[in-house]
């Protein structure tokens, strides 16, 4: 080998330690427990010094933090306690056991509305506000995406949805789903806690007792008995599925791989990175809103999604993949302009 060629290996060879060593020392903190005070010992007496009192203003901090995250919380709770009633209400429009009066309507009406729109209405075929939650859910992105056509007729039967803080770290809370008895499971109320805890978030479901055969979670399948290429019997086996409701698992299902069904490739409604973000997106937005996200007046969060793609870009500019929802599967983006979420509630003729 020339004697350049052995110089710029030896010199690559170098860099390779080096670069190995200044990783070392990065993951070191990592697993040495007295990396700190290691670190602080090394450090010359008047630096060390101002270190200290550094570490001192930070103690007050926490001390100070500490007491509003107590004092925000308390808040929380409170006004928790003052939107129920107004919730209450709320639900009892959408399921029916409250006909609104012509008062009520009036004022809820815009403005601009008032003296040009009849409200008289003389059909009362349908109570309530028939799948109000399903087209709530659909109208933004990261539900709409995990919903599926076999999930659909259990979420017609969903009356409300209700969350609030729970005993936890700082930014707890649970997500309440409540159900009219149903044809397809025991339960009537099923709820998703997010938990802060000094490991992480952590997800408290309430399991599903489904009735029989009415699981939508799995499905079933004519599968092969015999080995793969040879002739042989098959049977009938239950699979999981992709399923709005297996957020209520506590893991998500492994999708078969060797099912060639087109949905095999979609998330499944049990990762709980997406379910974190999905109660998140519910406790502060589709809940508290849920009126203006039937009727598609709230963002579906797309908008959202496009400023992380963004984001992605600049980091990634070399990257060719194209960026992607935080849920998988499907390519669809955007909102739902000229789309039905669900079969909306039959509508008095305008005069």
Same mark, same amino acid.
């Given at each position: 080998?020339?004697?350049?060629?052995?110089?710029?290996?030896?010199?690559?060879?170098?860099?390779?330690? @080096?670069?190995?060593?200044?990783?070392? @020392?990065?993951?070191?903190?990592?697993?040495?427990?007295?990396?700190?005070?290691?670190?602080?010992?090394?450090?010359? &007496?008047?630096?060390?010094?101002?270190?200290?009192?550094?570490?001192?203003?930070?103690?007050?901090?926490?001390?100070?933090?500490?007491?509003?995250?107590?004092?925000?919380?308390?808040?929380?709770?409170?006004? #928790?306690?003052?939107?129920?009633?107004?919730?209450?209400?709320?639900?009892?429009?959408?399921?029916?056991?409250?006909?609104?009066?012509?008062?009520?309507?009036?004022?809820?009406?815009?403005?601009?509305?008032?003296?040009?729109?009849?409200?008289?209405?003389?059909?009362?075929?349908?109570?309530?506000?028939?799948?109000?939650?399903?087209?709530?859910?659909?109208?933004?992105?990261?539900?709409?995406?995990?919903?599926?056509?076999?999930?659909?007729?259990?979420?017609?039967?969903?009356?409300?949805?209700?969350?609030?803080?729970?005993?936890?770290?700082?930014?707890?809370?649970?997500?309440?789903?409540?159900?009219?008895?149903?044809?397809?499971?025991?339960?009537?109320?099923?709820?998703?806690?997010?938990?802060?805890?000094?490991?992480?978030?952590?997800?408290?479901?309430?399991?599903?007792?489904?009735?029989?055969?009415?699981?939508?979670?799995?499905?079933? /399948?004519? &599968?092969?008995?015999?080995?793969?290429?040879? @002739?042989?019997?098959?049977?009938?086996?239950?699979?999981?599925?992709?399923?709005?409701?297996?957020?209520?698992?506590?893991?998500?299902?492994?999708?078969?791989?060797?099912?060639?069904?087109?949905?095999? #490739?979609?998330?499944?409604?049990?990762?709980?990175?997406?379910?974190?973000?999905?109660?998140?997106?519910?406790?502060?937005?589709?809940?508290?809103?849920?009126?203006?996200?039937?009727?598609?007046?709230?963002?579906?969060?797309?908008?959202?999604?496009?400023? #992380?793609?963004?984001?992605?870009?600049?980091?990634?500019? #070399?990257?060719?993949?194209?960026?992607?929802?935080?849920? /998988?599967?499907?390519?669809?983006?955007?909102?739902? @302009?000229?789309?039905?979420?669900?079969?909306?509630?039959?509508?008095?003729?305008?005069?």
């Amino acid at each position: 080998m020339p004697a350049k060629r052995k110089a710029a290996q030896h010199r690559d060879d170098d860099d390779d330690d @080096a670069s190995e060593e200044d990783n070392s @020392a990065m993951y070191q903190k990592y697993f040495n427990k007295n990396f700190s005070r290691e670190f602080m010992s090394k450090l010359p &007496k008047r630096i060390n010094e101002r270190v200290q009192v550094l570490l001192h203003y930070h103690e007050e901090c926490e001390k100070i933090r500490k007491s509003f995250e107590e004092k925000e919380t308390a808040l929380r709770r409170k006004y #928790d306690e003052l939107y129920a009633p107004l919730l209450d209400k709320r639900m009892e429009i959408i399921t029916g056991k409250h006909l609104p009066t012509d008062e009520e309507v009036m004022e809820g009406m815009p403005s601009d509305h008032q003296g040009v729109v009849d409200i008289t209405c003389t059909d009362d075929t349908e109570k309530g506000l028939p799948g109000f939650w399903l087209r709530v859910l659909k109208h933004h992105v990261l539900p709409k995406f995990v919903i599926k056509e076999h999930d659909e007729p259990v979420l017609m039967h969903l009356m409300d949805v209700r969350s609030g803080v729970v005993d936890g770290g700082y930014g707890s809370f649970a997500v309440a789903f409540i159900f009219e008895p149903n044809e397809f499971f025991e339960e009537t109320t099923l709820i998703l806690k997010l938990i802060q805890g000094e490991d992480g978030v952590n997800i408290d479901r309430t399991p599903i007792t489904w009735k029989p055969g009415k699981d939508v979670t799995v499905k079933k /399948k004519r &599968k092969k008995t015999g080995k793969r290429g040879q @002739a042989g019997k098959s049977a009938m086996v239950t699979v999981p599925r992709a399923s709005f409701f297996n957020a209520f698992k506590e893991s998500g299902w492994e999708i078969d791989a060797d099912d060639d069904d087109d949905d095999d #490739d979609e998330l499944d409604g049990g990762d709980d990175e997406w379910i974190e973000q999905f109660l998140q997106v519910l406790h502060t937005s589709i809940i508290p809103s849920a009126v203006h996200h039937y009727t598609g007046e709230a963002p579906d969060g797309s908008s959202d999604i496009d400023s #992380d793609c963004d984001d992605e870009e600049d980091e990634e500019s #070399d990257d060719d993949d194209d960026c992607v929802l935080p849920v /998988k599967g499907s390519n669809q983006r955007g909102g739902v @302009a000229g789309k039905a979420g669900g079969k909306s509630s039959p509508e008095c003729k305008q005069q």
